[in-house]
């Protein structure tokens, strides 16, 4: 199941959540830069990006997408994607999971 939101949404919650931004980068030395094998394109989009706000949201937005792609090459997962604040998401759940709508906060 993949649960979506608005990217700019999610970034201000991910920003704002317990500081983990800030978490990262102490403890970590991550700053949402990538490098390594493969990584060229993040790397490239942090550097370049108009703000670090904007790479983010359009990290969120790829990973995203990435996750549906590999859903379509990978017919045999039964995926499910919902909206977060989709007011009927519950119902939604419910009518194709059989998952009872008290059981969704």
Same mark, same amino acid.
């Given at each position: 199941?993949?649960?979506?939101?608005?990217?700019?949404?999610?970034?201000?919650?991910?920003?704002?959540?317990?500081?983990?931004?800030?978490?990262?980068?102490?403890?970590?030395?991550?700053?949402?830069?990538?490098?390594?094998?493969? &990584? /060229?394109?993040?790397?490239?989009?942090?550097?370049?990006?108009?703000?670090?706000?904007?790479?983010?949201?359009?990290?969120?937005?790829?990973?995203?997408?990435?996750?549906?792609?590999?859903?379509?090459?990978?017919?045999?997962?039964?995926?499910?994607?919902? /909206?977060? /604040?989709?007011?009927? &998401?519950?119902?939604?759940? /419910?009518?194709?999971?059989?998952?009872?709508?008290?059981?969704?906060?």
């Amino acid at each position: 199941m993949l649960v979506t939101r608005n990217a700019t949404k999610w970034f201000n919650s991910f920003e704002g959540w317990g500081g983990i931004l800030s978490k990262w980068r102490r403890k970590c030395g991550f700053d949402g830069s990538l490098e390594g094998e493969g &990584m /060229e394109y993040w790397s490239d989009s942090y550097h370049s990006s108009r703000s670090k706000r904007q790479y983010w949201i359009d990290f969120y937005e790829a990973h995203t997408q990435k996750i549906r792609e590999f859903a379509l090459q990978h017919l045999s997962l039964t995926y499910v994607e919902v /909206e977060l /604040e989709n007011d009927k &998401m519950a119902e939604q759940l /419910e009518r194709y999971t059989g998952v009872k709508q008290s059981c969704v906060q």
